[in-house]
């Protein structure tokens, strides 16, 4: 848990300053998390699953700081779980409040989910690579389950024309361009020694502002709660 991770371009060596690009940039998950709280105050939509999914995305600013300062596994860990955490909160919020899916097609919508994500977790066996032999997208393939899931939202809040119908594909767009650069820093290591996964943070950091300002403009304060809409439905 305490071996030290080298996977970025901009790290040369094994002190805690020694990305500080990569750690710095994460300050842009902790604006995104206030711009949000901001938000969601000002719509007066404060819940509980709202206030966890805001914590969790400052988390992330803070894990992946931990990771490129102290760069060992348990930093590593603390980089990866938020990140997974705010995927399967964000899926769970939308499916409920703005889809309106009850708890069974909305579980089934979480499966669907994993399933596409280990996928992408798998695609280095899929393609024939040893564990040790270095991925073809540089690790990206971890974030499949998401470019698929953020797509399909995307497009089912463009033509069911929600509130800011073209938010979730341009937080699409947004993901892309990050992940485009989270997968070209080592590649380009050799004629751009800070490599580009900085822009990975702060185009990521867009992303799940965009996505959460999403999911906020479209429940209502007033909105039933789940399970009394469910009573409902069903009587």
Known sequence: MFESIDNYCERIGSAFWAEPFNAVTNLAFIVAAYFGWKLMKRLSVQSLGHVFLISVLFTIGVGSFLFHTFATRWAELADIIPILVFQITFLWLYSREVIRLNRSWAALAM?????????????????????????????????????????VLAIYHLVSAKKSRFMLLAAFGFFCLSLTFRTLDMAVC?????????LWHLCNAAVLY?????????????????????RGVSA
């Open 111 to 151: 499966l669907v989910f994993f399933c596409v994500a280990g996928a992408g977790f798998q695609m280095k066996a899929l393609l024939g690579l040893g564990p040790a032999e270095p991925s073809p997208v540089n690790g990206s393939e971890m974030y499949a389950g998401a470019l698929v899931g953020v797509l």
């Open 190 to 198: 050799q004629i751009w020694p800070l490599g580009t996964h900085y």
């Open 210 to 230: 965009l996505s959460l300002k999403a999911l906020l403009l479209n429940v209502s304060s007033e909105q039933l709660p789940w399970e009394e809409h469910e």
